[in-house]
């Protein structure tokens, strides 16, 4: 058996793929594995580590997308880019053999973009339920994620997510906000996403933090936030309180990255604390 170990990241597994069909191994006696889930090694087979190839992992892109089309392609993007546990990692199917057999899967077929029907297989389902877990996510951020005008007019938004969902969000509020400036900061990977007006986003590594670029708010921001916290307590029917429905609508993880629930609105008497 071949292993070859790949990166965890969109460009290093679709590496690993494109070696893979490269070395001609067969495919039944290869597999893939994350270099960050392999603990341990198996008798009688042949480790190889896989380094990431923009160009290798961009021609790949180019066959997935034309094969199984959009919405399969991004199905696989977003199972890559899933968060798991080290005890998940352990009980299931690596994620880079998942996605890898999925693919070989689906290129067999007449009609690739039918390969997530075949839920079946494990492979197939184990990227259908990594994938689903990254759009869920997604999907809950794109209404909980708050901008925030700096005093230079940028917008500015941080996220704490626990898949790696900022390309996502990116792409959703460049089609959205075309025309403006902005920046979603993942505060947890250390990334952001940088989109100047009229240009597309950019990723790009922030090691040391935004904490004290970020804080510099625009006159009008504070206005608007002192207006909206007034606004939110004014609302608020105490008789009707249900914080267990509450945490189930709101998770307390999106809170510290909300306007509501900021510690550093206790100036104001409606501020809520976690």
Request: a neutral charge; aromatic letters at 10%; one cysteine or more.
């Amino acid at each position: 058996m071949h292993i070859l170990i790949c990166e965890h990241s969109i460009d290093g597994i679709f590496s690993g793929i494109y070696e893979a069909y490269a070395r001609r191994y067969g495919h039944r006696n290869t597999e893939l594995a994350l270099s960050c889930n392999l603990n341990s090694y198996q008798l009688f087979c042949e480790y190889e580590e896989i380094p990431v190839a923009e160009a290798k992992s961009r021609k790949v892109s180019n066959t997935l997308r034309a094969r199984f089309g959009s919405e399969v392609y991004s199905h696989l993007c977003e199972a890559i880019s899933a968060y798991e546990s080290p005890s998940a990692r352990r009980r299931s199917i690596d994620k880079a053999e998942a996605v890898y057999k999925t693919v070989v899967l689906g290129l067999s077929l007449a009609d690739g973009s039918k390969i997530l029907d075949q839920l079946g297989n494990p492979y197939v389902n184990r990227v259908f339920q990594l994938s689903r877990s990254t759009f869920n996510e997604a999907h809950h951020l794109l209404g909980f994620l708050r901008f925030s005008e700096l005093e230079n007019g940028i917008l500015f938004a941080r996220i704490h997510p626990k898949n790696d969902v900022l390309a996502l969000l990116a792409d959703h509020f460049t089609d959205r906000l075309p025309l403006e400036n902005f920046i979603i900061y993942d505060q947890v990977r250390k990334i952001a996403a940088v989109h100047k007006s009229g240009s597309n986003y950019m990723l790009a590594e922030v090691p040391n933090g935004a904490d004290d670029y970020a804080k510099h708010y625009s006159d009008q921001e504070l206005e608007y936030r002192r207006l909206w916290l007034a606004f939110f307590h004014s609302i608020a029917v105490e008789a009707r309180k249900n914080l267990h429905l509450q945490g189930q609508n709101l998770p307390k993880r999106f809170r510290p990255d909300m306007v509501e629930f900021h510690s550093d609105s206790s100036d104001h008497p409606a501020s809520l604390k976690l």
